[in-house]
C-alpha cells in the first residue's frame, strides 16, 4: 500500500449543529454539536521532562508558555462535540477527531490560526465562498 492510496478527504465546509453522520466504519451514528478545537493540556506531561526551555541551568518547574496548546496530531484534522448515538444504549458525549480527513488551507487557518485578527469575537465561523 502505498501513501497515495490512501488519500485524505479535503474538508472545506463545517459539518451542521445537529447533523447526524454514520462513523467511518460504520459501527455507530454521531450527531454533530459543534466544532471544537482540541487542546493538549502541558500539565498532564509526566515531569521532569514536562519543561520546554530551561530559565537555568537547575531544574525549575515553572512553565515557560501557555498551559493548552493545540494538539499538534489533530491540528489538521477537523473535531467535533459529539453525541454517539448506538442502538440499545445511552447517548454519550465526547470529542470525535475526524482523522480520515484533512483541513483545505483555508479552514485550517481558521480553526487554528496563531494570528491576532482571528481572535477577534465576530469570527465565530470561516468564510463561506
Not at 509526566?46 to 493548552?68: D, H, L, Q, V
Not at 484534522?77 to 483545505?104: K, Q, W
Request: glycine letters at 4%; proline letters at 8%.
Amino acid at each position: 500500500m502505498s501513501f497515495d492510496s490512501a488519500k485524505k478527504n479535503k474538508v472545506a465546509a463545517l459539518m451542521q449543529h445537529g447533523s447526524i453522520h454514520s462513523s467511518v466504519g460504520g459501527q455507530y451514528s454521531f450527531r454533530v454539536i459543534g466544532p471544537c478545537c482540541r487542546l493538549y493540556d502541558r500539565e498532564e506531561l509526566p515531569w521532569p521532562c514536562c519543561r520546554i526551555a530551561w530559565k537555568s541551568k537547575e531544574p525549575s518547574w515553572r512553565r515557560i508558555g501557555n498551559r493548552f496548546v493545540p494538539d499538534i496530531a489533530s491540528r489538521r484534522c477537523p473535531s467535533y462535540a459529539v453525541e454517539i448515538l448506538e442502538p440499545g444504549f445511552r447517548p454519550s458525549f465526547t470529542i470525535l477527531t475526524l482523522f480520515s480527513d484533512r483541513f483545505d488551507s483555508d479552514l485550517e487557518e481558521w480553526w487554528y490560526s496563531r494570528h491576532p485578527k482571528s481572535r477577534n469575537v465576530t469570527n465565530i465561523s470561516p468564510a463561506i465562498v
